[in-house]
């Protein structure tokens, strides 16, 4: 079992305690880089499901989103996992993927680099 980055689950443990949505980071996992805003996973499910809401095809998973985020038995918040990113993008060469950003939960423990900050790309 990997230990994660205490520093990165107190990051994450402060976007989900201060409902933020502005604090920038790009992480490398599994050899990708993701780039792009972190998200309090409530709010991060609720744009989900909201998108999947919105499929003709993918509707009906609209619902598994919809849930709160995990509590211990004590009642409080569990400690954060994933990071919930979104306005994200997935780098590759000069490019993001998407270009207009993307949804992404990334497990903390597959997180083997990080930065505060996101990257973005001009054509110049």
């Known amino acids: ?22 604090m920038s980071l790009t992480v490398i996992t599994s050899g990708a880089v993701i780039t792009g805003r972190l998200a309090p996973e409530a709010v991060w499910r609720k744009r989900v499901s909201e998108v999947l809401t919105d499929s003709e095809r993918l509707g009906s ?17 569990a400690v954060p996992t994933h990071l919930h990113f ?5 780098l590759q060469g000069t490019v993001g993927i998407p270009e207009t950003g ?3 939960r990334v497990a903390i423990d597959d997180v083997s680099a990080w930065t505060v900050g996101d990257f973005s790309y001009s054509d110049h």
């Not at 079992?1 to 502005?22: H, T």
């Not at 619902?63 to 995990?70: E, H, L, N, P, V």
């Open 1 to 22: 079992m990997s230990n994660p980055d205490e520093l990165l689950v107190d990051i994450a443990g402060m976007v989900e305690s201060g409902q933020s949505n502005q």
């Open 61 to 77: 998973f609209s619902g598994i989103f919809t849930g709160d985020g995990k509590g211990d038995e004590s009642g409080g918040r």
């Open 102 to 104: 993307g949804m992404y």
């Open 86 to 90: 979104h306005v994200a993008r997935i």
